[in-house]
């Protein structure tokens, strides 16, 4: 909500939800690890860094309607590393453990790439990706389902 509030000259609904949300997201790899100082950092640093990663999807633009990477996948990983600077417990934090949670971290990036590459060839062969323009048009809530779940106009 800071963030949206300096840089775009006030907070929105969506903007107040959205950030809630990526608070909870960068602290769920840190939960049990951290200090409540240390979460409300956290949750700062993942709030302001969600809210950019949001912004540069116009920039670079690619097609996110429910802010889902920027949100989920930017505060995910931030959660993942800042576990390792962050953590109370000598076991688990310091930089040994940062990059371990680095090498994690890549691990799964690449391994899920790979997945949704595979996955995503799949369906473009068989039952595709993109419905005819009318029925975009119309909304896929009525076209396949027979009803509207959000009245726009």
Do not use: N
């Amino acid at each position: 909500m800071v963030a949206e509030w300096i840089m775009l000259g006030k907070p929105t609904a969506l903007g107040v939800g959205s950030g809630m949300v990526a608070g909870l997201v960068v602290i769920t790899p840190c939960a049990g690890h951290v200090s409540p100082g240390s979460a409300l950092l956290i949750g700062l640093i993942g709030g302001v860094a969600c809210f950019f990663a949001v912004l540069a999807k116009q920039k670079i633009k690619y097609d996110d309607s429910l802010d889902v990477v920027g949100v989920h996948g930017v505060g995910g990983a931030l959660g993942a590393l800042l576990v390792g600077l962050f953590a109370v417990r000598p076991v688990v934090g310091g930089m040994d453990q940062f990059m371990l949670q680095v090498q994690g971290l890549l691990a799964t990036g690449i391994y899920a790439f790979v997945c949704t590459i595979v996955i995503g060839m799949l369906i473009h062969k068989t039952i595709g990706f993109t419905v005819d323009a009318q029925t975009e048009d119309d909304g896929l809530d009525f076209s396949e389902h027979g009803e509207t779940a959000y009245r726009l106009t």
